[in-house]
Structure formats: C-alpha cells, structure tokens
C-alpha cells in the first residue's frame, strides 16, 4: 500500500479540460533511488490548494463536505461572488447539496510544512512514478 506520508511536493498540474489534478512528490531522505507517488484526482468538480512552492504531506482522506466548510468556509463564501470553486457555489447549503446530488467526495489534504486544501471530485488514488536516480 502506498503512502504520501513525509513525501515532499515536488509540484502539481491542472488539467481543466480532464478535471484532473496531479500532484507530484518525492521522499527524498530515502534514496537514491527516489521513492516517487503522484496523487491523482479525476472528475474535479473544484479545488483549494495552498502552496508555499512545495511543502511536506502527512496525509490526504476523505472527509465530509461539513468538515471542509467548516475549515475553509471563508475562502468558500469569497468564492460566492465568483463563482469559485463552481457556479454551483451560491451558499454553504448550495454546496452541501450540489457534492450530495453529484456523489462527490471530498479529500483533505494535510501537510506538516506549506501545503494544504482539499480537492471535491469523483475519485483519488496513488501511483507509483518513476524513481529518480542521484
């Protein structure tokens, strides 16, 4: 079983057109070769990630929507009038509903160094990506 435990983020892309974020890191303490997990998430319905040009994971799960709003409830309200993360961002019960009607779940993502935020989608799983050699 993979785990992005103590990985460092490495970086991470955006496909809009495939609703998918992939987030890179590596354990760079233990190799060469590098151990290297990429973080895959599909069917992104929106998304909040704080970086501070990488950072250091703990852990990503799968939390309640209430759990999020309670954590990042202003960045969703200041999102109201933008529709950010989604035009179906119009109220904290808007999005309570529109994750519940879409089957969405909702993935947390904590770091224990300068990354954090959480990803609503459809699916997430870990890969293993190629090992870098020294």
């Not at 955006?14 to 290297?36: A, S, Y």
């Not at 200041?78 to 879409?102: I, K, L, M, Y």
Request: proline share 4%.
């Amino acid at each position: 079983m993979l785990s992005i435990h103590d990985h460092h983020i490495l970086g991470y892309s955006v496909d809009v057109e495939r609703r998918e974020i992939l987030v890179h890191t590596e354990v760079p303490e233990r190799g060469p070769p590098f151990e290297r997990t990429d973080i895959c998430f599909r069917g992104v319905f929106g998304y909040l990630l704080l970086d501070s040009l990488g950072g250091i994971l703990f852990d990503v799960d799968e939390v309640e929507i209430e759990q999020a709003l309670r954590e990042y409830g202003s960045f969703l309200a200041w999102g109201v009038r933008r529709a950010w993360p989604g035009v179906w961002n119009t109220s904290q019960e808007a999005v309570v509903s529109f994750v519940a009607a879409q089957s969405a779940k909702v993935w947390r993502i904590h770091s224990s160094i300068g990354f954090d935020g959480f990803v609503i989608g459809r699916e997430m799983a870990l890969v293993a990506a190629e090992p870098r050699r020294a």
